[in-house]
């Protein structure tokens, strides 16, 4: 049994997963797998056996499900770029106000101010009409553009 050829992919499957499942899966290719190989093989996968002859067991892991990502908090992104970047706004002051208002900690406000700032890089034109806006409404005493304190 050892000197059959197919037995010998089983014996990869202790030293290397991928390995032996590629020799596994180029006998089943091959259409003429022998007796042997086809009882380790239905050893292997049979989930009510506990120790094969080989003393490995065959276990596919299957990868965790991905988390679905989460969405940007666009109104903390709103809130970072009016204050931090359209009005200059103290930084720790406006991280203050922010913590309490969203209930963040300091990665994600700076996560927030980052991810503004490479937009704001690449879309002046739009920022620009922003930041013309912004003013306006703060001149209109729009409570949400006032400054933080």
């Not at 300091?106 to 922003?130: C, G, M, W």
């Amino acid at each position: 049994m050892s000197d059959d050829p197919d037995f010998m992919c089983f014996n990869d499957l202790r030293y290397s997963g991928d390995g032996g499942l590629r020799a596994i899966a180029k006998v089943l290719q091959s259409g003429s797998p022998s007796k042997t190989f086809l009882a380790l093989l239905a050893e292997h996968i049979d989930p009510n056996t506990q120790n094969s002859l080989t003393g490995v067991k065959l276990v596919i892991k299957r990868g965790k499900p991905n988390r679905p990502r989460e969405k940007p908090n666009y109104e903390l992104r709103n809130f970072v770029h009016r204050h931090c970047c359209i009005f200059d706004d103290n930084r720790e002051a406006v991280l203050t106000v922010a913590q309490k208002k969203f209930g963040i900690g300091r990665t994600a406000f700076y996560e927030a101010l980052r991810a503004v700032q490479s937009i704001e890089k690449h879309n002046p034109d739009l920022f620009a009409t922003l930041k013309t806006a912004a003013y306006a409404r703060r001149d209109a005493n729009d409570p949400d553009f006032q400054p933080v304190r």
